[in-house]
């Protein structure tokens, strides 16, 4: 059974369709003409176009803020799916609706509770609309299917280590431009064990040699590490936009050095 407020079903939505086209009217509309009693909650439109490793983010890190039962669809890259299915994906007491086209994987860390299809036909300019509406419907019904295990199981870049280094990636780049990594505060504390460090983003020429807690602890303009609250580093520069004055990009690299 669902555990959403008030036991009205609670359906999430995350694309990269913008705000300004009739795709979320279409998708909207659907789901309430065949579900009234949806409430629908907007993550984010504004995901890189046909980027399931941006997608995967938001999702991850804002879905468990949200109450069990709750049903996350998911629409990056929705049409390219060479399956030409969507999957209903069972993970800590949520629902995620996606396509067949890697997003599990990235999203979800461990092995998911049950994965379910729903197939569609790959004809015009938004077929699987008709999928996920007949998703909701089957999760609401308890009526999933059979378990599937041959959907695409893309696996996550992770920061590599050994005893004085760790090398991670930029994963994301937000709307302040500031740059996330994959480089998380476990790893980092692990690799530590209490020494001194240099962080060197994306070059040798942006160097780092001390910690944040917030954004305010350095000067204007100057650059700073963090770890945000995703507990993943972050690299920003107080009052300005760290990713264009450094030319930082998704998959740039950013590595530690342990004195």
Known sequence: ?????NNIPLITLTTDWGQHDYYLGMLKGSLLSSMPQLKVVDISHDVASFNIHNAAFVVKNSFSFFPKGSIHLIMVNSEASVTSRILICKW???YFVTPDNGTIGLLI???PEEVHEVPFAPEGSFASLSAYVKAVQNILASNLGEKITDYDKRIAF???????VITGSIIY???YQNAITNISRSIFERVRQNRDYNIFVQSNHNKISKLSTSYNQVDAGELLALFNSANLLEIAIRNGYAAELLSLRVGGSVRINFI
Do not use: P
């Not at 992770?158 to 004085?164: F, L, R």
């Open 173 to 175: 780049i937000d709307s």
């Open 158 to 164: 992770k920061a590599t280590i050994d005893e004085s």
């Open 92 to 94: 800590q007491e949520h």
């Open 1 to 5: 059974m669902l555990e959403s407020t």
């Open 109 to 111: 860390s461990d092995t």
